[in-house]
């Protein structure tokens, strides 16, 4: 089956301290997985995938297919990273598709 | 460049009402996507349009959802009667082959 996890609901932390929001994933295949964040009265928003290897608005997540796991991480937080935000599988891509599975999200505060 | 859009933004309908919720994708997007999010539950994957083609429906949860896509572009969702676990929010998404998927800012749906 696949599922996403992400074990904290609520994370709060002080500006200028590392964040980490925590996910993993079960998925027999090799899935590609997404980070999405969704800011206050604003849509839903890609923030980076696994493939990309970016660091978007300072924030990067590594693949450990041996934990499972695709944490995201940020060495210094700011008061704008307070949102909801998503971990996500796409379990295959059929004609250049994705069909995400979603976990429950975290909403992380970001106090000043 | 117009983003994803949905309509009604907000809805408020009786037990055994119909509910029609209306996306309309970004332009030369032939990805289009449903999800929805009921109270307390992860966002979870309703079906997928390739131009006016269902993909996959996997996701839907009965036969009292329908959803179209006529003519490849817009795509309504319709609900019909609507009960009260349907609650929730309904985010519609659109993408090109193998990019990124963007979202709507969704339809709140109140079932009373």
């Known amino acids: 089956a696949q599922r996403v996890t992400q074990p904290e609901k609520l994370l709060s932390v002080f500006k200028g301290a590392p964040v980490e929001l925590k996910c993993n994933y079960s998925?027999?295949?090799?899935?590609?997985l997404f980070w999405y964040v969704q800011y206050s009265r604003q849509r839903l928003q890609l923030l980076l995938r696994?493939?990309s290897r970016e660091s978007i608005k300072g924030f990067t997540a590594d693949l450990n297919k041996g934990e499972t796991s695709f944490h995201l991480k940020k060495p210094f937080a700011q008061e704008e990273d307070s949102a909801m935000y998503y971990c996500?599988?796409?379990?295959?891509?059929?004609?250049?598709?994705?069909?995400?599975?979603f976990g429950q999200g975290t909403r992380l505060t970001i106090n000043p | 460049e117009a983003g994803v859009t949905q309509f009604p933004s907000h809805s408020v309908i009786e037990k055994g009402q119909t509910v029609t919720l209306r996306c309309d994708p970004i332009s030369g997007h032939d990805n289009l996507y449903w999800y929805r999010r009921v109270m307390g539950k992860e966002i979870k994957f309703l079906l997928h349009f390739v131009k006016e083609s269902k993909q996959d429906e996997s996701g839907m949860p009965n036969n009292r959802f329908l959803a179209e896509r006529t003519g490849g572009t817009y795509s309504t969702l319709k609900v019909q009667p609507a009960e009260l676990e349907d609650s929730g929010v309904y985010f519609c998404?659109?993408?090109?082959?193998?990019?990124?998927?963007?979202f709507g800012e969704g339809s709140w749906l109140t079932v009373v």
């Open positions: 696994h493939i």
């Open positions: 996500a599988l796409s379990p295959h891509i059929i004609q250049g598709a994705q069909k995400l599975v």
């Open positions: 998925y027999s295949g090799s899935p590609e």
């Open positions: 998404a659109s993408s090109q082959p193998e990019n990124t998927i963007y």
